[in-house]
Every structure is written in C-alpha cells, then in structure tokens.
C-alpha cells in the first residue's frame, strides 16, 4: 500500500488539482500521441501523471518535494521521476518534440516558462496551468494594459491561446488568485541567432522599462543612442512619439534589426 501523502506545503506552491473534469481536459488540450515524451513540472500527488502516463509513450516528471517524490515511485512503469528544482533542470537534453503538461507551482510560474522557453528547439507544445492574470499576460494583444515584455518575449517563441480558466475549487488546498489553462505552440522556425536574440531581448526589456514614456525617450534612459534610435524607427516606418504597449512583436523584431544594422561609435572610422 502506498503511504499517505503528505500535507501540502505552501512553500513549494503545492495547490494540488482534486478535480478529474479539469484534468480529462488538460490531457485532452495537450493531445498526446502514444509515440510521445511528456516533461510534467511538480507531478505532487499525481493526479495528472496518472492520466498522462496512460497517454504518452514516457513520462518525465520533476519534483521538488522528496516526500511527495517517495509517493510517486514505483507509480506507473514510463514514468521517469527526477527528484529536483525545474529551475535547476537541463532541458537542453530532452527528446525533440517533447510535450510539456503541468499544473505550476505558481511563484515559479514565469521562471519556469522562459526556462523551459530557452530550450523551446525540443519542445513541440506546452499545455501550462497558472495564475489566470499570468495567462493573460501571455496572450495579450498589444495597446492593452496587460501586453508586456512577457507577452512580446513568449509570443516571439510561441503561438498562446488561453484554453480555459479553472475555479479554485477544483484545487485542494484552494488557490487565493484565479487560474487558467494556457496552450503554447511553439514557433518552428527559430526566428534569430543567439546573438541577434540577446538585443532584441534587450531592446524589448528597455522599451517597457518606462512604459508611460514615448519610445524615444524611453530607449534612451536605457543607454541607446537617441540619433540611432530614431534612425532605426523612421526606417521601420514607426513613430518615435509611439509608446512600448503600442509595438506589435514584428515591429520589436525589425527595429532589433534596424538597429543591429546602425553604425555603433566603435565601428566608425
Ligand atoms: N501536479 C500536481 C497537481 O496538479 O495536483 C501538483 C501541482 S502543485 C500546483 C505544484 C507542484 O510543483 C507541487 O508538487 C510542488 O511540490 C512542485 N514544485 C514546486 N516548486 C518546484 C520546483 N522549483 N521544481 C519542481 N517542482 C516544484
């Protein structure tokens, strides 16, 4: 007989998902196909391990907590359990086209994305539960108060749609903020080299670093040239009175270019 789980720690973000509905329509969403390797994040109790386990050809899961860890071994034959912290994890080295399903620990939720993001080459989609205000961080539009660097950097790695919300009394112990299931297609294609992606990151963390401010003057508190900067932006055809929220993901991603392409001081005779 297994031993009796033990009790929930807040520490480790442990809401663990009581209601079998919502976990039919995560593995539903996350459509797993029998050939594929499945990464979960905090499998807890097991709840969802259990079903995705029944779907996927293996199962990899992390988690944090060792006496929860004791509870899931032995627990279906293609999991492979990882006793670790996400944040410490390789991703680098998972099968290409890993599926990744999980019900975040939420105060790592972010890290744990753009983390996994970062290896985003093996992985094929990502099925994530989170705090619903994250979700819909992730999948905002630009001109509206919820679009951000968050937004601008996952939409550059994958296509985001919000799937569903899930009340809190699906969770035991119940979640004090909103919760929503989010769908991440990652892009194919990458769309830059490592270090094209460094100042396009760059560009898009100093452009939202003062987000009343126009975009002009904003780069420029951010160490930019001001004379390149509105170089840059006439030849993309953008207004330097725009303000951050106002740039589309391809406008970030031609004015990266744009000023990739500007004379740097250095360089010049
Ligand atoms: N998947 C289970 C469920 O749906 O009931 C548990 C979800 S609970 C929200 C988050 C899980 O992540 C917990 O089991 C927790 O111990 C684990 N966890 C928290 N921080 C972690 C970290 N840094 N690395 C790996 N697992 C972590």
Do not use: W
Request: positive net charge; hydrophobic residues 45%; aromatic residues 6%.
């Amino acid at each position: 007989m297994s031993p009796s789980p033990p009790p929930p720690l807040k520490r480790f973000g442990q809401h663990f998902l009581i209601d079998q509905n919502i976990v039919r329509k995560i593995v539903a969403l996350a459509a797993i196909q029998p050939h594929e390797t499945v990464l979960e994040i905090g499998p807890g109790r097991g709840i969802l391990t259990r079903a995705i386990c029944a779907q996927a050809r293996k199962v990899i899961a992390i988690e944090i907590d060792r006496q929860l860890a004791q509870i899931l071994t032995d627990f279906c034959p293609n999991l492979d359990l990882r006793v670790g912290d996400a944040l410490e994890f390789e991703y680098g080295g998972l099968p290409e086209g890993t599926v990744v399903v999980a019900n975040l620990p939420y105060y790592v939720s972010t890290a744990v994305l753009f983390k996994l993001l970062e290896s985003s080459h093996k992985i094929d989609r990502l099925v994530l539960m989170m705090q619903a205000e994250v979700a819909q961080r992730l999948a905002a539009k630009p001109d509206t108060k919820e679009y951000g660097v968050l937004s601008v950097l996952t939409q550059y790695r994958a296509a985001v749609t919000v799937a569903f919300r899930v009340s809190a009394h699906c969770f035991r112990p119940r979640p004090t903020v909103g919760s929503a299931v989010v769908h991440l297609q990652v892009k194919s294609a990458r769309l830059l080299d490592a270090a094209h992606e460094a100042r396009f990151i760059r560009l898009v963390r100093a452009a939202f670093a003062h987000r009343r401010k126009i975009l002009v003057n904003s780069l420029r508190d951010e160490g930019y040239a001001a004379d390149s900067v509105t170089a840059a932006l006439s030849r993309c055809g953008i207004a330097g009175g725009r303000r951050a929220e106002s740039l589309s993901l391809d406008d970030y991603l031609a004015l990266a270019a744009a000023l990739d392409d500007e004379p740097r001081p250095e360089s010049l005779g």
